[in-house]
């Protein structure tokens, strides 16, 4: 495992709607083992290699991350912001943040100490309006480097902890480092369909860098690469957990916004068993992924599926991953590419 490119990956700023820097990163790391790379007008980072079927087939995986943009900056230079994203407002407290303008400046999450808190206002739920960005600086000083619209990213260092890789953004970097993995892995390998490696955009606020990508490549099937929620920790039930930590990367079923092809999902569980690759069934009552625009903004419809990440602590700045669900996802996805023509 790759440990180094994954907290790369990890630790790069890519808020959804700014996603260059992220975009640079993977460019230099596919660009010798595909045919040709494009970026669309949307931001969407497509590399392409040529197959022996001009059927196309399409792999997605989203690489922004959820982030903030600044909305105002008040007399005394603290700034207020609106996100980039869904977030638990909870997770903001005690956190550092990047202010990405003329210059990367640290930050830190405000709220209203609680010691001068009422009782009232203890047992209020927080919101994300209740917290402000303290830059440590005057007003005229911070507006020589921020101004209105100027990104901000979270703060947090990428690690090794026991089993699992631990950061912020793993939703969706680690299936961004798998799908790069991939491309090198199939390097020199022929591939039976024209195949669309598609890095995409604003997947956080709306599904929208796929759509786009989606309209213009027109799959004939399309697999996703995104994070699933792994609550299998203390206080959850077996019908809540969805899936499991070291278990195997799922095979999306279903979620709100997609139900998979079915003959798909078989072809998936197929190629998992034929290659000894471990998985897990996954249904997701809440959320959505590319999945769903991958299969439906296509004349006539794509079939689509998903290669979902197991993952503990989504959204926030301490998401977990299993390092064996990582290299089994890579293998799963490798050989489902490479027999794509047996569907």
Do not use: W
């Not at 990956?9 to 975009?23: H, I, N, Y």
Request: proline fraction near 3%.
């Amino acid at each position: 495992m790759n440990f180094k490119l994954i907290k790369k990956l990890s630790e790069v700023a890519g808020p959804s709607g700014f996603e260059d820097r992220t975009r640079d990163l993977i460019t230099k790391e596919i660009s010798s083992y595909v045919d040709k790379i494009s970026v669309d007008n949307m931001g969407n980072l497509i590399a392409f290699r040529k197959g022996q079927s001009d059927k196309k087939m399409m792999i997605a995986a989203h690489m922004d991350e959820i982030g903030f943009i600044v909305t105002h900056i008040d007399d005394n230079g603290f700034l207020k912001f609106t996100t980039l994203g869904g977030f638990d407002p909870k997770t903001l407290t005690a956190q550092r943040v990047i202010v990405h303008g003329k210059k990367d400046i640290i930050g830190v999450m405000g709220a209203k100490p609680i010691h001068v808190m009422t009782a009232e206002e203890r047992d209020k739920k927080v919101t994300v309006k209740d917290f402000f960005i303290d830059l440590g600086m005057e007003k005229t000083e911070v507006e020589k480097i921020v101004e209105i619209g100027t990104p901000i990213s979270r703060e947090r260092e990428c690690i090794e902890m026991g089993d699992c890789i631990n950061g912020k953004s793993l939703d969706n970097r680690i299936s961004v480092y798998i799908l790069i993995e991939v491309i090198k892995k199939l390097h020199e390998k022929e591939l039976p369909f024209d195949t669309y490696f598609t890095f995409t955009v604003q997947e956080e606020v709306g599904l929208r860098g796929a759509q786009v990508a989606a309209l213009n490549i027109q799959p004939d099937v399309a697999v996703a690469l995104d994070t699933t929620i792994a609550y299998d920790v203390p206080g959850s039930t077996p019908q809540e957990q969805i899936t499991k930590l070291g278990a195997g990367p799922g095979i999306k079923i279903m979620d709100s916004s997609v139900i998979c092809n079915t003959k798909f999902v078989s072809f998936m569980k197929y190629i998992a068993d034929k290659n000894n690759v471990p998985f897990q069934s996954e249904i997701m009552q809440g959320g959505g992924t590319d999945t769903s625009v991958l299969q439906k903004m296509v004349a006539g419809g794509a079939i689509a599926g998903a290669v979902s990440i197991p993952t503990r602590h989504l959204h926030q700045v301490i998401e977990s991953v299993h390092k064996k669900d990582v290299d089994n996802s890579i293998e799963l996805l490798y050989h489902i590419t490479k027999s794509i023509n047996r569907l």
